[in-house]
């Protein structure tokens, strides 16, 4: 559930993501979960954090499941883009696999220069809700 405070806490974890970059052990994933926790008070990856990605990916295929239905199994059932709300989960696949936030008509990722990147929010795949 969204603390009642949760556009502030969103607007502070977006302003820290900018001094961040996509790396080995700060990718995507941790990125949203960031933002998800500033916004719920919920950490739904702790089991992954100090993982490199590619042991967070190994994780996850030891566990039997996959990215998408790990998603599912925590928000739900994905929803139309257009549906998208600020502080949604935003994923894209191209041109790879992408996990962001969603912040009105543009969706924020973390970005492998540093930062954060922007990107049209309706030509994403998938729209998670973040309750």
Known sequence: MRLPDWPERLAEALDQARARSFSETDYCVLFAADCIAAITGTDY?????GLTIDDAKAKLKDSGSTFYRLLVSIFGKPVPLAFAQRGDIIVRTEPELATGICCGQKAAF????GGLAFKPTLEQRWAFRVR
């Open 110 to 113: 973390l970005s492998s220069s």
């Open 45 to 49: 990856v702790a089991d992954y954090r």
